[in-house]
């Protein structure tokens, strides 16, 4: 896991957890997968609150949560709108006061700035998917409604490198961020 600073909050802490689990978790899926998203719930509240969650939890996770009531769990979404791009799926995502933050995974393609000049100069439409300094990238990207953030950055060809940071992504942290603003 990359951790946060040693002068983050226990919620922080929580946060990082989470969102690394998740990375964890999708590490071993395929590359070129679809876009994940998962509800972040605090894990005591839940166990006192819904006795089906609690008997499905592997006690691994009761241990790890008790007396900690930042602990998160991470709830993935299974039935996604079917949505034009990330954009809009995140514009039509809204949470239940239960929900405590959410995580979303996504890839991308990243280009060094020389070669995003090469590619922005070039009339070939593919030249961004097969220039060879592309580099495939995967985020999650975890908020709290309490402002919170954390970010997990994985790339294809270096997948044992994995670095963390609370703001890596802020476009699409802000965008996961607003899913939990109140529409009135």
């Known amino acids: 896991m990359t951790t946060p600073p040693a ?3 226990p919620r922080q802490w929580a946060l990082a ?6 990375d964890d ?3 071993a899926l395929p590359w070129d997968g679809p876009v994940h998203l998962f509800a972040l719930i605090r894990t005591a509240e839940a166990i006192a609150t819904d006795e089906q969650f609690a008997a499905e939890l592997p006690a691994s996770i009761k241990i790890e949560a008790d007396g900690d009531a930042e602990h998160l769990t991470s709830v993935e ?4 709108p079917e949505v034009a791009d ?3 799926l995140l514009a039509c995502i809204a949470w239940p006061e239960a929900v405590a933050g959410a995580a979303i995974v996504t890839e991308r393609i990243v280009l060094p700035p020389e070669a995003e000049a090469e590619v922005a100069a070039s009339d070939d439409p593919e030249a961004y998917l097969t220039h060879p300094k592309r580099e495939d990238v995967r985020m ?16 294809r060809h270096h997948s044992q490198d994995v ?10 942290t802000a965008a996961l961020a607003a899913t939990f603003e109140d529409i009135d």
């Open 7 to 9: 002068d983050r909050t």
């Open 17 to 22: 957890r989470a969102v690394s689990d998740i």
């Open 25 to 27: 978790h999708v590490a």
């Open 77 to 80: 979404q299974d039935e996604l």
């Open 86 to 88: 990330l954009e809009e």
């Open 140 to 155: 999650v990207v975890g908020v709290l409604r309490t402002g919170e953030t954390w970010t997990v950055l994985r790339m």
């Open 163 to 172: 670095m963390g940071g609370e703001d890596l992504v802020p476009g699409l």
